[in-house]
């Protein structure tokens, strides 16, 4: 398949090799099982997951990005319900729910870290040097004419192969999730894998010209030079299309402000692909936290999905 012309400029490529890993622990609980298990990155660093894997019937599989929250400490912890806010614990409400879901640590997170290197949720002597690693991290690809960005999505493609591997349910089943800094992730990954059939993007949502014209601050991985004098978010989100697209945004979120904007300027490239209806955005009332009710309409979302194609 020939690759998109913003595929070209971010330079990104898309892993679609099996994915061997080890297995580092393993954790039984009623309703799933839950391993933690090692593999490479795509630059031969180790990776780490949560692997969860449901006792009943698997109806699906999602890779489950977590969020960032101004906090390296915590990475996939959170998203398996091991620390953090409640209302991120997607991967065992999914593995309750039938679907397999895979965790890993976005680069410079938890056990990503390299000043604590595979020391999970220690903190740091001095937090700083976590923010200073993640720095770093941005500005050396930088200097070699590459970028953060195009690091975080060929993790999150090995991710997704590792997990497309492992799930019963089929190559129809497989979905990808995130919020916040785990939504950009989304967004920047679905347009270019066509493996992933169901996308859900919280939090995140919003153009490069409303963060500028507001003074948003701009996501490390998300500073690309260049990109917008070319493209902005809706030139990604149409890529998805016919594929399915779930967009949650908040009315006093920074991080989502015109998200109902930017969806309106990618329903033409849905209804083209006679796929109108794939195409969903809900908008709440609130900030950028998730909140009871956006963690349910994320579920729900996915259940039906699964159950229905």
């Known amino acids: 398949m020939a690759q998109p012309e913003i595929q070209r400029f971010l330079d990104i490529h898309i892993h679609r090799e099996q994915v061997p890993f080890e297995v580092v622990e393993v954790h039984e609980e009623k309703r799933y099982t839950r391993k933690l298990i090692r593999y490479a990155g795509s630059e031969g660093d180790e990776v780490r997951a949560f692997l969860f894997l449901p006792k009943k019937e698997v109806v699906g599989a999602v890779l489950v990005h977590h969020q960032h929250d101004g906090d390296r400490v915590i990475g996939k912890s959170e998203v398996a319900g091991l620390a953090g806010d409640p209302h991120q614990f997607f991967c065992p409400a ?59 999505i060929e993790d999150s493609s090995i991710a997704l192969s590792l997990l497309s591997e492992l799930n019963p349910a089929g190559p129809d089943r497989l979905g990808i999730l995130g919020h916040s800094y785990g939504g950009n992730t989304v967004i920047f990954h679905s347009p270019f894998d066509e493996r992933i059939k169901f996308s859900c993007s919280s939090g995140a949502v919003c ?83 998730l909140d009871g009710e956006r963690f349910e309409v994320i579920l729900g979302w996915f259940v039906e999905k699964f159950g229905k194609e």
Not at 271 to 285: E, I
């Open 207 to 289: 153009s490069y010209r409303e963060k500028f014209s507001t003074q948003t601050g701009i996501e490390m991985a998300e500073t690309i030079p260049g990109f917008t004098a070319r493209y902005d978010i809706e030139d990604l989100l149409r890529l998805i299309a016919p594929r399915h697209l779930l967009v949650l945004s908040a009315d006093e979120d920074i991080y989502a402000m015109d998200a109902p904007a930017v969806c309106e300027a990618v329903e033409p490239a849905f209804a083209a692909a006679n796929a109108a209806d794939h195409l969903t955005q809900v908008r709440f009332k609130g900030a950028h936290a």
């Open 94 to 152: 999914l593995a309750e729910r039938g679907i397999m879901t895979l965790a890993p640590d976005s680069i410079c997170f938890e056990d990503r870290r390299t000043n604590m290197k595979g020391q999970g949720l220690e903190p740091a002597p001095d937090p700083d040097d976590d923010i200073m690693q993640h720095f770093n991290e941005m500005c050396y690809r930088l200097l070699n004419g590459t970028t953060l960005m195009k690091k975080v």
